[in-house]
């Protein structure tokens, strides 16, 4: 805006034009809110070495620059800095909305305001890529952005600061340069040793200077007619509306002047200049014939071409305006196309007296000879960039973010936010992400357990700790960290407990009150578990006698018992265990999935089992051994027919020895011979009393009432009888 604080002193101000056919050099003095130009030079390309506004051969518009400084410091004295303007074409805006979810019950602070702008930002630097087909996002610079509202729950609102609700939402317009524009006008002022002193975009030059903030409630459009491109600027409602580009301009005029009287170059722009200014004409074309024509005579021969750029020029305002203005402002050389004024209301559908030619002079703060070359409609734009200069100067400054070497254009007071976004970092990475919360059930209510809070950024500025909104200046130094993530949420079972009923027993003469039991997914846990998540939790007190004693830590006790006995018999491993589980519950014996209660009274002990013998542990499988059952004087008897042998580690073994840890026992049956009479005398008590000599016979033995002796051989079932006779 030209409506600024005012400098104190005059300054001379050396402001470049440089245009597609030619470069301007305007020395301005400024003194106070006035503007005087007190030299001009001006150069043309010697080739066309700018297409459409942009430097394509930066040498040989260096060689025109350094041209313009050498004439004006000999009348001036040393220029070392200058004001230029970088072409309105190249700029790009996008509208974006940033929606930023609040965490419930928290204030929203100036930093977190501050970040969703940002980010906006951002979003709207990579669509502006995705739209450009661009792979780097920061090729285009930030020059500046503006909050169009701010949303609260969808409900518009005029700040945010300290504000609640569940979603918070700015909607900004940002404004992008191409940064090889930028690059291409330093490397060709470094060339000539100039330092850009400002920097401005043209059509912004030429609108701040001919329509104020004062005419912009008007839908006024302005048109910068230059050699190769036509630039259209539209206000409307206090604001620039929208910027454009038509790829047709001067250029064509003098075309069409070379097709209709065969001309070269030159003489088709000289000719083409003259109109404007004499009712005749007179060239010499390609052949050597030379023409004295009437100006009349010259225009109809091109009038179709002026059309042509008329309903162009009028076809672009209506698509970035959507209608037709309520005037129309021409600047630039092309303006002065003789009938281009009238044709482009014709298109418009206008009054021809709301499309005027606009120079210098209708500049307020220009002060210039009425009748001087200067006043023209070309000059404005050089104006207007000497006025941004001292106005409204779009300067750059040099940052250092992270050991990387930026430049920031400032349209406005710039933060260093506005440094993180030009050196292409992610403002929302640079905050930790909350840790992953988890969900839980808990006795069939659902129950959310939230993760750790992310830490913010270090952010600091030469070496001090400073926020997004800090001001930066050149040469400052910007080391930024990135903040960690929340660690995801951790909870222990005994965390989620309600309240704390117990089970009141009396365990082995000891009072115990047991807390609940924790099963999680349908598997019993100890308290200080840790909780996946969806898991289903239950608490409850203890059922079954197993449960208590694991819930008492007596079962602890079974894992301090003595390593269990192992040998082997016949190559097969065997295990005792060296102790026995015993259990009763209210003095009777019971087992581990018995119910208990309360008040109930439970023993629990771990009782010695005594060493086996070998006999104990032989298998029946293991143990084959034939026999045959007779009766001897009545009393059954059992005579084995085959004989067992027992070897326990290598020696020989009885039935009755004690297995020992590691023993290795063999047991092996052997077939033996048929049993006789005698034989029974191993496994009965014979004891006669015995008779009077006189009377003794001798012994008598009877096998089944048969007579028999002591090799008699026996069978099952035999009855053996023996006595004295």
């Known amino acids: 805006m030209l409506e600024v604080e005012q400098t104190a002193k005059d300054e001379l101000i050396f402001a470049l034009d440089i245009g597609t056919r030619s470069v301007v050099g305007l020395i301005v003095e400024a003194s106070g809110e006035q503007f005087r130009v007190i030299d001009c030079a001006i150069r043309e390309h010697d080739e066309r070495s700018m297409l459409d506004g942009q430097?394509?051969?930066?040498i040989a518009v260096a060689k025109v620059i350094h041209q313009i400084k050498e004439e004006l410091e000999q009348r001036n004295g040393p220029l070392t800095k200058v004001a230029v303007a970088a072409a309105g074409r190249s700029l790009r805006t996008k509208r974006v909305r940033m929606d930023m979810p609040l965490a419930r019950h928290a204030f929203i602070t100036r930093e977190d305001v501050l970040t969703m702008e940002f980010a906006a930002v951002q979003e709207a630097q990579t669509q502006l890529a995705l739209e450009l087909n661009e792979q780097d996002v920061t090729r285009y610079y930030c020059v500046g952005y503006s909050v169009v509202n701010y949303q609260l729950d969808g409900e518009l609102i005029g700040s945010l600061i300290d504000q609640r609700g569940d979603v918070a939402?700015?909607?900004?317009?940002?404004?992008?340069?191409?940064?090889?524009?930028?690059?291409?006008?330093?490397?060709?002022?470094?060339?000539?040793?100039?330092?850009m002193q400002a920097l401005t975009l043209e059509p912004i030059a030429a609108i701040n200077v001919l329509i104020p903030v004062t005419m912009r409630r008007l839908?006024?459009?302005l048109v910068d007619i230059g050699a190769g491109t036509s630039d259209v600027a539209l206000t409307e409602e206090g604001a620039i509306t929208a910027y454009g580009m038509v790829p047709v301009a001067g250029d064509e005029i003098t075309d069409a002047l070379m097709n209709a009287f065969l001309l070269d170059f030159p003489m088709a722009e000289e000719a083409k200049r003259v109109l404007s200014q004499h009712d005749s004409v007179s060239f010499t074309d390609i052949l050597?014939?030379?023409?004295?024509l009437t100006t009349a005579e010259v225009i109809a021969a091109i009038q179709s071409d002026i059309e042509q750029l008329a309903e162009k020029i009028a076809f672009k305002i209506i698509e970035l305006n959507g209608k037709a203005p309520q005037a129309v402002m021409l600047i630039g050389g092309g303006s002065l196309t003789p009938g281009l004024t009238e044709k482009v209301a014709q298109v418009l559908k206008i009054p021809a007296a709301r499309v005027a030619v606009r120079g210098a002079d209708a500049i307020k703060q220009f002060i210039g000879d009425e009748n001087s070359i200067l006043s023209g409609p070309e000059f404005v734009t050089p104006v207007g960039i000497a006025v941004a200069a001292r106005r409204h100067p779009l300067r750059y400054v040099t940052i250092t973010v992270n050991e990387q070497a930026i430049r920031i254009f400032d349209l406005r007071k710039m933060t260093l936010g506005d440094c993180l976004i030009a050196a292409g970092l992610d403002i929302r990475r640079l905050y930790g992400r909350p840790g992953l919360a988890k969900s839980v059930t808990v006795n069939g209510r659902m129950k959310i357990i939230p993760g750790g809070h992310g830490t913010?950024?270090?952010?600091?500025?030469?070496?001090?700790?400073?926020?997004?909104?800090?001001?930066?200046?050149?040469?400052?130094?910007?080391?930024v960290v990135a903040g960690t993530d929340g660690e995801d949420a951790q909870v222990q079972i005994k965390d989620l407990l309600d309240r704390v009923e117990t089970l009141d027993i009396l365990c082995n003469d000891r009072p115990l009150s047991l807390g609940p039991v924790a099963i999680m997914n349908g598997e019993p846990q100890p308290l200080d578990a840790w909780v996946t998540?969806?898991?289903?939790?239950?608490?409850?007190l203890a059922r079954t006698v197993e449960e208590a004693l694991l819930e008492a830590g007596i079962e602890l006790d079974s894992q301090e018992q003595l390593p269990p006995l192992q040998f082997s018999v016949n190559g097969h491993s065997y295990s005792v265990p060296s102790r026995q589980e015993v259990l009763t519950l209210n003095g009777k014996p019971c087992s581990r999935q018995d119910y208990v209660?309360?008040?109930d009274e439970l023993v629990y002990q771990l009782e010695v089992v005594p060493?086996?013998?070998?006999?104990?542990?032989i298998p029946l499988e293991e143990w084959v051994q034939e026999s045959i059952s007779v009766h001897f004087n009545g009393e059954p008897v059992t005579l084995p027919i085959a004989q067992v042998s027992i070897m326990k580690d290598g020696f020989e073994a009885q039935a009755d020895d004690i297995v020992t840890d590691g023993a290795i026992i063999s047991v092996k049956s052997t077939p033996a011979s048929t049993p006789v009479f005698s034989d029974v005398f191993r496994y009965v008590d014979v004891s006669f009393e015995k008779p009077d000599r006189e009377s003794i016979s001798g012994f008598v033995m009877l096998v089944n009432g048969e007579p028999a002796t002591f090799q008699t051989e026996l069978k099952s079932g035999d009855k053996l009888e023996l006595f004295w006779d």
């Open 533 to 540: 998540d969806r898991s289903n939790l239950e608490f409850r």
């Open 456 to 479: 913010p950024p270090i952010i600091e500025r030469n070496g001090e700790a400073v926020g997004l909104d800090a001001a930066i200046g050149d040469g400052d130094v910007i080391k």
């Open 55 to 58: 430097i394509h051969d930066v």
């Open 611 to 617: 060493i086996p013998m070998i006999r104990d542990v």
């Open 169 to 195: 939402s700015a909607d900004v317009i940002a404004t992008f340069l191409p940064r090889v524009v930028v690059d291409s006008l330093i490397a060709a002022l470094k060339r000539c040793d100039l330092d």
């Open 219 to 221: 839908n006024i459009a």
């Open 288 to 292: 050597g014939l030379e023409h004295n």
């Open 597 to 599: 209660r309360q008040d």
